[in-house]
C-alpha cells in the first residue's frame, strides 16, 4: 500500500486579504461554494466547509491514517484543530468587512477516539454569545451515527482588522 500525500495550496496572505474585505458570512459562503480556495490547514488536513449561517459553522473530515499518532489513532490534535476551526469560523459569520478575530482559548474534551474506521466526521460550531470585543462558542465533533466524539468551548477577541 502507497503511503505517500502529495498536494498544494493557495496563498494565504492574498485569501486573507479577500477576507478582509467581506463580511464573515460572505467570505465563508464563498469559500463553501469553492469560490475562494480554501485556507493551507484544510488542504493539509482534508476538511472542508460543509455549512454556514449566521453563527454558525459546520466542516467535514473523514480521519486516515496519515493523521496518526503514534499509538495507532487520530491524533487529539485534529479534533481540536477542527473545533478551533468551526468555533472560530461561526464567530466570524457574525463580523463585519473590516473585522477580525482571533482564539483566546479553547477547552476541549475527547469522549470518543477517532481513526480511519471512524468514517466522515462533522464538526458543528454555533455562537454561544457574542459582544463587542469577544464572543463565546462551542464546537462538537460527531459521526455519522451522530454519536459525540469531542467537544469544545472557546473564547474569541474580536477586533479591526489591521
Given at each position: 500500500?502507497?503511503?505517500?500525500?502529495?498536494?498544494?495550496?493557495?496563498?494565504?496572505?492574498?485569501?486573507?486579504?479577500?477576507?478582509r474585505g467581506r463580511s464573515?458570512?460572505?467570505?465563508?459562503?464563498?469559500?463553501?461554494?469553492?469560490?475562494?480556495?480554501?485556507?493551507?490547514?484544510?488542504?493539509?488536513?482534508?476538511?472542508?466547509?460543509?455549512?454556514?449561517?449566521?453563527?454558525?459553522?459546520?466542516?467535514?473530515?473523514?480521519?486516515?491514517?496519515?493523521?496518526?499518532?503514534?499509538?495507532?489513532?487520530?491524533?487529539?490534535?485534529?479534533?481540536?484543530?477542527?473545533?478551533?476551526?468551526?468555533?472560530?469560523?461561526?464567530?466570524?459569520?457574525?463580523?463585519?468587512a473590516g473585522t477580525g478575530?482571533?482564539?483566546?482559548?479553547?477547552?476541549?474534551?475527547?469522549?470518543?477516539?477517532?481513526?480511519?474506521?471512524?468514517?466522515?466526521?462533522?464538526?458543528?460550531?454555533?455562537?454561544?454569545?457574542?459582544?463587542?470585543?469577544?464572543?463565546?462558542?462551542?464546537?462538537?465533533?460527531?459521526?455519522?451515527?451522530?454519536?459525540?466524539?469531542?467537544?469544545?468551548?472557546s473564547t474569541c477577541m474580536?477586533?479591526?482588522?489591521?
Amino acid at each position: 500500500m502507497d503511503r505517500s500525500r502529495e498536494y498544494s495550496w493557495s496563498d494565504p496572505i492574498a485569501l486573507a486579504e479577500v477576507a478582509r474585505g467581506r463580511s464573515g458570512l460572505d467570505f465563508m459562503r464563498a469559500l463553501m461554494l469553492g469560490e475562494l480556495p480554501p485556507p493551507p490547514i484544510a488542504v493539509t488536513l482534508g476538511f472542508e466547509v460543509a455549512e454556514v449561517g449566521e453563527g454558525r459553522a459546520v466542516f467535514t473530515i473523514t480521519p486516515g491514517e496519515h493523521l496518526y499518532n503514534p499509538i495507532g489513532m487520530v491524533h487529539g490534535g485534529v479534533a481540536a484543530t477542527m473545533l478551533d476551526t468551526v468555533t472560530g469560523c461561526a464567530v466570524h459569520t457574525t463580523l463585519p468587512a473590516g473585522t477580525g478575530y482571533t482564539s483566546m482559548d479553547l477547552a476541549v474534551k475527547y469522549l470518543r477516539p477517532l481513526s480511519a474506521d471512524t468514517g466522515p466526521v462533522r464538526a458543528i460550531g454555533t455562537i454561544i454569545n457574542r459582544g463587542r470585543r469577544t464572543a463565546l462558542a462551542q464546537g462538537e465533533l460527531r459521526d455519522a451515527a451522530d454519536r459525540l466524539l469531542a467537544h469544545a468551548t472557546s473564547t474569541c477577541m474580536i477586533f479591526p482588522a489591521d
